[in-house]
């Protein structure tokens, strides 16, 4: 276990002071180019060491010819190099005293033996020198804290809490966009690539010191190390939680893995068995496995199970209440207490069960505060579900009725509406228990984009929020568990 995180071989490579970058030059469409330029876009404060054997000058920066002439000895190498140069690069950053790199060059152990001749000879290098490297085959490193981006692709999101190791290097650049769409992103973010110095084991030691990162999430094609990786999760999952996808588990799914990255996988069951053992939570998706990133990076975990879902429409309570108890989640009874709190609020044609169904409130805006307020106070309420079906026109309508002329409706009536969506999303903070929505409207609706800006989970239907709230629970258990254990 690490006693500090600059302990970590992966600390110089996620948090680098200087990096020479080698296969960049001023022909933008290379890939090293590329690689440099999502570098500069997110504002990387260290220097930056081109090295280029003709190229004076390389995207605004002084190119050096080669490394024994750069003025200092960087931090980190950046390889993005043809094959052939791969190794005789990494004796001459040897040579020059660097430590660190991420070698994104392929042409190694995925591509056959001939591949796996030539990562021998990258190793042989690096024990010579005392290297570790991310890669080769690999993409490299996201880390929103620091400012560096080594990816194809350019981040324009703020630092996020989301931890990840992927043996898959250009998944981590897809989902930039993808979570940031949900309020997300991650905090560091390694491509493991074919872990010839550094593997996934590692990344999770790093992650789990990571101050930044509240859930760790992994993209698994094969273990090489699985005891230390067991014993390394179960030391973690007591502070924060694991989520992981095992993307290798089927016979077509072995083949891709073996040759993308050369990754050894195993049957199903096998890790399913494994991840169950040291706590760590099985996603059957990427979208599942955000979905669980998402919640359990953003609420303490309940210590027990019980949902009470609030509605105004029959139909998508039922739909709810289906979500959670095929998976097996408890929906409470009410007190009578919180009945009669209700009473003051509905109408009689309200259902006081759980599902809670408002059907038409004395005032709709209690929708979003009284009527929850009341229910978040129910003993039995550890998770809040409540659906949204706010469309903007439906509160033009009532406004022109009320005489109301479209300027006013545009801003009065937008303001009201981010109101109550703003108050929405306060319920957590509030009342202390994790508040989630969900709603068959677009993402983009105003209501919820504000709702999920302002650091509210909300799903496009209830059996995505179901799947994550379990996880939420779920994490609360093996918590529980471990310290218990630990105690013991």
């Not at 991310?134 to 993409?139: A, D, T």
């Not at 949900?182 to 390694?190: A, E, I, K, R, V």
């Not at 706010?390 to 009320?402: D, E, G, T």
Request: aromatic share 8%; hydrophobic share 40%.
């Amino acid at each position: 276990m690490l006693t500090s995180i600059e302990e970590s071989p992966l600390f110089p490579i996620a948090n680098p002071k200087s990096i020479a970058f080698f296969g960049a030059s001023n022909n933008i469409a290379s890939m090293g180019s590329n690689l440099l330029a999502s570098v500069l876009a997110l504002g990387y404060g260290g220097a930056i060491y081109p090295v280029h054997p003709k190229e004076t000058e390389v995207q605004g920066l002084k190119a050096y010819g080669s490394v024994s002439d750069l003025p200092v000895v960087p931090d980190l190498a950046v390889f993005v190099i043809p094959t052939a140069l791969a190794v005789p690069t990494l004796d001459e950053c040897g040579r020059k005293g660097i430590k660190s790199a991420i070698i994104v060059t392929a042409g190694f152990k995925e591509v056959g033996k001939e591949g796996a001749a030539r990562e021998m000879e990258l190793l042989e290098v690096a024990n010579r020198y005392g290297i570790r490297f991310l890669g080769p085959n690999c993409i490299g490193v996201i880390n929103t804290h620091h400012k560096l981006n080594t990816t194809f692709m350019e981040h324009e999101g703020s630092p996020g809490f989301i931890g990840m190791a992927s043996q898959s290097g250009s998944f981590i650049t897809q989902m930039f966009s993808y979570l940031d769409r949900l309020g997300l992103n991650f905090s560091t973010g390694f491509s493991v690539g074919n872990e010839a110095t550094i593997d996934i084991v590692d990344c999770l030691e790093y992650l789990g010191a990571c101050p930044n990162t509240k859930v760790i999430t992994l993209y698994i094609e094969g273990i090489r190390r699985g005891r230390a990786f067991m014993e390394k999760a179960r030391q973690i999952v007591r502070k924060k939680p694991i989520v992981a996808y095992y993307a290798a588990g089927s016979e077509t799914g072995k083949k891709a893995g073996k040759s993308h990255t050369g990754a050894m996988a195993g049957p199903d069951p096998i890790y399913q068995a494994m991840f169950r053992q040291c706590g760590i939570i099985s996603a059957s998706s990427v979208t599942e496995l955000f979905d669980m990133a998402w919640l359990l990076g953003t609420f303490s975990p309940p210590s027990e199970d019980g949902i009470v879902i609030q509605t105004h429409s029959g139909g998508p309570g039922t739909e709810a209440a289906d979500a959670c108890g095929r998976l097996g989640l408890t929906l409470p009874s009410l007190s009578a207490e919180t009945r009669k709190g209700l009473g003051e609020l509905v109408p009689h044609t309200a259902s006081m069960n759980n599902p809670v169904d408002i059907t038409y409130s004395k005032d709709p805006m209690h929708y979003f505060n009284e009527i929850p307020a009341v229910l978040l106070k129910d003993p039995g309420c550890r998770c809040f579900l409540i659906y949204f079906h706010m469309p903007f026109q439906v509160i033009s309508r009532a406004f022109r009725k009320m005489g109301w002329t479209e300027d006013m409706i545009a801003t009065r009536g937008r303001e009201l509406l981010m109101g109550q969506s703003n108050i929405a999303a306060g319920l957590s903070e509030r009342y202390k228990k994790p508040v989630v929505g969900y709603t068959y409207r677009g993402m983009d609706d105003p209501f919820i984009k504000n709702a999920v800006k302002m650091g509210m989970p909300v799903f496009p239907g209830p059996q995505r929020a179901a799947r994550a709230i379990k996880a939420l629970f779920e994490y609360g258990h093996i918590r529980t568990k471990q310290l218990g254990e630990r105690a013991a």
